[in-house]
């Protein structure tokens, strides 16, 4: 006995509706994957400047890693200040966005 095709086009149909919903929860949106770069930058930078300076106080023979640690805190203060730009930079995009929105309705209304 083979098997039977059966009618399952109301189980596909709710399978992609729990796919796209699945998948609608996942999207992050664009000013958020960007805030997550930022993040990533700064830890990047203070591993970066700190290894680096890890590196310098074994080259200048130091027992005590002044540089690596000089470089942790500049790598973490580069991160803060692009993290700030990138903030701000959004913030601004934003605002900019809800005043035109706001004056686009504004003139609807007037007319």
């Not at 996942?26 to 890890?54: C, D, K, N, Q, T």
């Not at 929105?101 to 209304?109: G, P, T």
Request: aromatic share 6%; proline share 3%.
């Amino acid at each position: 006995m083979g098997k039977q095709p059966s009618d399952d086009s109301g189980a596909n149909e709710s399978d992609r509706d729990d796919r796209e919903t699945r998948a609608s929860r996942l999207s992050v949106s664009p000013a958020a994957r960007r805030l997550m770069g930022a993040g990533m930058e700064l830890a990047g930078y203070a591993l970066i400047l700190g290894g680096a300076g890890y590196l310098l106080d074994g080259q200048v023979g130091w027992q005590r890693p002044y540089l690596g640690v000089i470089g942790v805190v500049g790598g973490f203060a580069l991160g803060f200040y692009r993290l700030i730009l990138i903030v701000n930079r959004l913030g601004s995009h934003e605002t900019g966005k809800d005043n035109a929105e706001r004056a686009l309705s504004d003139r609807h209304s007037r007319s």
